[in-house]
């Protein structure tokens, strides 16, 4: 089965930068979507953004202009660029990946990302 493992995550100040990676390893099959969703103490887990193996993204009307999602397919891996931060952007934040109509899904551990004001 697909394993992903977040790196990135940390302590910033209201206006800083933050950049998240996921890496997916010790599964065969192709991945077809993979994305970033995060989770705020007492919230559900919200999708952040997620981008196909042919590029197409989508974001979160909250994180739209302050966040780009990449993905190098040939390494499996996708990254979250996250600038200008707020403090709302406070959360755990959770790799996904999806297969192929989505007839498998899994989720990596989390990467607490803390924003100070």
């Known amino acids: 089965q697909v394993q992903l493992v977040e790196s990135g995550g940390g302590l910033v100040q209201a206006g800083g930068s933050l950049r998240l990676s996921c890496a997916a390893s010790?599964?065969?099959?192709?991945?077809?979507?993979m994305g970033w969703y995060r989770r705020a103490p007492g919230k559900q887990r919200d999708l952040v953004a997620a981008?196909?193996?042919?590029?197409?993204?989508n974001y979160a009307d909250s994180v739209k202009g302050r966040f780009t999602i990449s993905r190098d397919n040939a390494k499996n891996t996708v990254h979250l660029q996250m600038n200008s931060l707020k403090p709302e952007d406070t959360a755990v934040y959770y790799c996904n990946a999806a297969g192929p109509r989505t007839w498998w899904w899994t989720w990596g551990q989390g990467t607490q990302v803390t924003v100070s004001s």
């Open positions: 010790g599964g065969s099959v192709s991945i077809e979507t």
């Open positions: 981008i196909t193996s042919g590029g197409s993204t």
